[in-house]
């Protein structure tokens, strides 16, 4: 009579606690990868935001006067802003309704410092009338800068710059880092001219 042995099949508990170790470890990976994501998921939303944002504030700004003459003065294409019988200043003039900001000087107090002039006292985005935009949490500073391009010299006086650098920035979050930053630049090809 033969007898016959059955061979066993199967893991030993050994090959278990392994397999169970390895499936944990890659487990544990991908719900870490799920989380960091869900985390961070609005913050290309926020940055979208700002982008739109920083657009259409400089878009703002470039199309507003870049003239020799406050855009009210009469003169005809002067040479110079001593020609205009009410040259432009830095800064908004009294009296300008219901546009204040009715030239690029006007968005700024001197040339290359940054400036919030798009924000009112409470830190909200407003437009050039005054007008809250609707979105919280962020703020948006503008530069204008006298430079050079493309063999247009510019000066560093205000009235006779010909060349502007604008620089928008939105910042958009609780870092420093979290902003979106526009440069652009702005001729001053016909002095009288509303562009």
């Known amino acids: ?10 893991l030993t508990f050994i090959e278990l606690i392994l ?74 003039e009294p009296g300008n309704t219901p546009r204040p900001f009715d030239n690029i000087n006007d968005y700024v107090g001197s040339l290359g410092v940054p400036v919030a002039a798009f924000n009112n006292a409470a830190g909200k985005l407003v437009d050039a009338a005054g007008n809250e935009l609707g979105v919280s949490g962020y703020a948006a500073t503008l530069t204008l800068r006298a430079e050079s391009l493309n063999g247009i010299t510019s000066t560093a006086a205000v009235a006779t710059q010909e060349v502007l650098r604008l620089t ?28």
Do not use: W
């Open 1 to 10: 009579m033969s007898i016959r042995r059955q061979r066993q099949s199967g």
């Open 19 to 92: 397999f169970i170790i390895i499936v944990g470890i890659a487990a544990a990976a991908i719900l870490r990868t799920l989380a960091n994501t869900s985390n961070t998921s609005a913050d290309p939303l926020r940055r979208k935001q700002a982008l739109l944002i920083a657009e259409g504030l400089l878009e703002e700004v470039q199309l507003a006067a870049f003239t020799f003459c406050d855009p009210s003065d009469t003169t005809e294409n002067p040479a110079a802003p001593a020609n205009c019988a009410t040259p432009e200043g830095v800064g908004t």
């Open 168 to 195: 928008v920035r939105v910042t958009h979050g609780p870092l420093a880092t979290d902003f979106v930053e526009l440069d652009t630049y702005r001729t001053r090809h016909s002095p009288q001219v509303a562009q």
